[in-house]
């Protein structure tokens, strides 16, 4: 399989998108806009988050009031899963498509959401257009 547009499974087994790529207005602050630099998935409590392509673990890091990412590497592209609440694997393993990487984390309404970016090279892509419909 090939690394394909449209064609990636998601990364969780039941979830709908909850926050889309790119920019949007702050929900509080009139004439603040945020940025998304990929997609939130609102998902069932404890979810395991799953790779969405075969790759190399580059990273897994601790986001202070933000669970924890991780980075896969796919040849010139990038995966990144983020607001997790645990990690299952390490720096450094290789994973195939669909194998658990951790755990969804919550929102900041305390509700169950995963976050999912993808890069090639330092382009920012909308992973809306890679997953599966």
Do not use: C
Request: glycine letters at 14%.
């Amino acid at each position: 399989m090939l690394f394909r547009s449209g064609r990636l499974p998601w990364p969780v087994d039941k979830g709908v998108i909850s926050e889309t790529f790119g920019t949007h207005p702050h929900p509080v602050l009139k004439g603040i806009s945020t940025y998304n630099n990929g997609i939130d998935i609102a998902t069932s409590r404890g979810a395991r988050v799953k790779s969405i392509f075969e790759g190399e673990v580059m990273g897994v890091v601790a986001i202070p009031g933000a669970g924890s990412a991780i980075i896969l590497k796919h040849g010139t592209y990038l995966s990144v899963y983020g607001n997790l609440a645990s990690v299952s694997v390490s720096k450094g393993q290789k994973v195939k498509t669909g194998a658990v990487l951790g755990s969804a984390g919550e929102n900041d309404e305390g509700q169950p959401e995963a976050h999912l970016e993808i890069w090639q090279g330092k382009t920012k892509l909308n992973p809306s257009a890679w997953i599966a419909r």
